[in-house]
Nanobody, 117 residues
């Protein structure tokens, strides 16, 4: 299976910051859009940040202004800078291809983010 490897999660106090990293299992240079998803206990997985090949970004309203997605095509890495973290941001975070969906990777293990109030 082709899976990414996410890292960088941890325990942080509310208002703190974390930077998540995603090592893609293949070249991301020609991928139209990559993104970060999260899944909290008892909730469905949701897309929180998308980065298109042309540099256009899109964020869920809940994280807009606090999170920033970036990519390093040369290293096949995708990042998520998370600032001003809130307890409701606590979840397991995953990265994956957003477009084209037909090329999506198998889901990795994700990285756990815990935010204490």
């Amino acid at each position: 299976q082709v899976q990414p490897v996410e890292s960088g999660g941890g325990l942080v106090q509310a208002g703190g910051s974390l930077r998540l990293s995603c090592a893609a299992p293949e070249s991301i240079f020609n991928i139209n859009a990559v993104g970060w998803y999260r899944q909290a206990p008892g909730k469905q997985r949701e897309l929180v940040a998308t980065l298109q090949r042309n540099g256009f970004t899109n964020y869920a309203d809940s994280v807009k202004g606090r999170f920033a997605i970036s990519r390093d095509n040369a290293k096949n890495m995708v990042y998520l800078q998370m600032n001003s973290l809130k307890p409701e941001d606590a979840a397991v975070y995953y990265c994956n291809i957003v477009e084209p969906r037909s090329s999506s990777w198998s889901w990795g293990r994700g990285t756990q983010v815990t935010v204490s109030s």
